[in-house]
């Protein structure tokens, strides 16, 4: 089986643009879980769904978004970027009813300028 | 609300020697599992170790073992005879087994240098 697959793996940005991250899971998988990753804050919960709903959201301003589509791919998307949204932002996702299995992708790495 | 603490921000070890990361949490909930994650430069997350909290067992994966104290919240890794490839930065991390808030909480990380 593919593993969990991350577009673009680069990308630099303006503050003030948005961007939009996608994620493709890892066949039969229907939970998708983001994280951003900074020097500072460490690695952070963003959100969770399955399904196409969102089943858990961390604590990030609504700049934040995401969404899960029909054939379990999700993407995320942060609108009026600012220099801290500079991350790495990983994607995982995990079997049904196997809670303590998550495969993470190689995640993709924004710079904000 | 979890917390996920690890003390040590780099560890270094001899090849072929064994090293310990520690870790500490801290949760009022009683069934959780707890995980040690490597993250080698190429950032892909790998699981190396999971541990279930009503399991006393220590787990073990061949070179890599755990020493998980539930009443002290202490969940320790050892890696035995180190190799070059274990150099990474690992996290150890904590996840509700029931409740609404299922994500990882991670710990702030231990970077490991192996010494050839």
């Known amino acids: 089986k593919a593993g969990v697959t991350q577009t673009p793996r680069y990308l630099i940005k303006t503050r003030g643009q948005q961007v939009t991250l996608s994620c493709s899971p890892i066949?039969?998988?229907?939970?998708v879980s983001w994280y951003q990753q900074t020097p500072g804050q460490g690695l952070q919960f963003l959100f969770e769904?399955?399904?196409?709903?969102?089943?858990n959201k961390g604590n990030f301003p609504g700049r934040f978004s995401g969404r899960q589509f029909s054939n379990s791919r999700s993407e995320m998307n942060v609108s009026t970027l600012e220099l801290g949204d500079s991350a790495l932002y990983l994607c995982?996702?995990?079997?049904?009813?196997?809670?303590?299995?998550?495969?993470f992708g190689p995640g993709t790495r924004l710079t904000v300028t | 609300a979890q917390t996920v603490t690890q003390s040590q921000p780099e560890m270094s070890v001899q090849e072929a020697e064994t090293v310990t990361l520690s870790c500490t949490y801290d949760t009022s909930e009683s069934d959780y599992y707890l995980f040690w994650y490597k993250q080698p430069p190429s950032r892909q997350m790998i699981l190396v170790i999971r541990?279930?909290?009503?399991?006393?067992q220590n787990a073990t994966e061949n070179r890599f073992s755990v020493n998980f104290q539930k009443a002290a919240k202490s969940f320790s890794l050892k890696i035995s005879d180190s190799q070059l490839g274990d150099a990474a930065m690992y996290f150890c991390?904590?996840?509700?087994?029931?409740?609404?808030?299922?994500?990882?909480?991670f710990g702030s990380g231990t970077q490991l240098t192996v010494l050839p």
């Open positions: 769904y399955f399904s196409e709903t969102q089943r």
């Open positions: 991390a904590y996840r509700s087994r029931s409740g609404s808030a299922r994500q990882l909480t």
């Open positions: 066949s039969g998988h229907r939970s």
């Open positions: 995982a996702s995990r079997p049904d009813r196997i809670p303590y299995e998550q495969y």
């Open positions: 541990q279930e909290a009503y399991k006393q």
